[in-house]
Nanobody, 126 residues
């Protein structure tokens, strides 16, 4: 089992910044990737970014490229997502998930992730 705990959400004005954290514990992460997804009311869960634990290779969905940055701290078993230039359409519950053997062809697929955190709310006001 792996446990994931998100934190760092909140209310921010458009143009502002937030940093989300995903703290992981439990089984070894060596073959895992950690992904951030978000879900707005009435919408499906959508991918935001992901990072491979071993290599640090990153993936981003087009709508956040240049604004969001994902990183990891191996010593703290924590993945971060720095979100800058936030827009009202970024408002959602943000979840982190862990999955194995994710690639550029499937990292955006929620069903590829085995473990999920409880989510953290991000609200961007206009």
């Amino acid at each position: 089992q792996m446990q994931l705990v998100e934190s760092g959400g909140g209310l921010v004005q458009a143009g502002g910044s937030l940093r989300l954290s995903c703290a992981a514990s439990g089984r070894p992460f060596s073959n895992y990737a950690i992904g951030w997804f978000r879900q707005a009311p009435g919408k499906e869960r959508e991918s935001v970014a992901a990072i491979r634990w071993n290599s640090g290779y990153t993936y981003y969905t087009d709508s956040v490229k240049g604004r969001f940055s994902i990183s990891r701290d191996n010593a703290k078993n924590t993945v971060y997502m720095q979100m800058n230039s936030l827009k009202p359409e970024d408002t959602a519950v943000y979840y982190c998930g862990a999955g194995t053997y994710l690639t550029s062809n499937n990292w955006w697929t929620p069903s590829k992730y085995n473990y999920w955190g409880q989510g953290t709310q991000v609200t961007v006001s206009s």
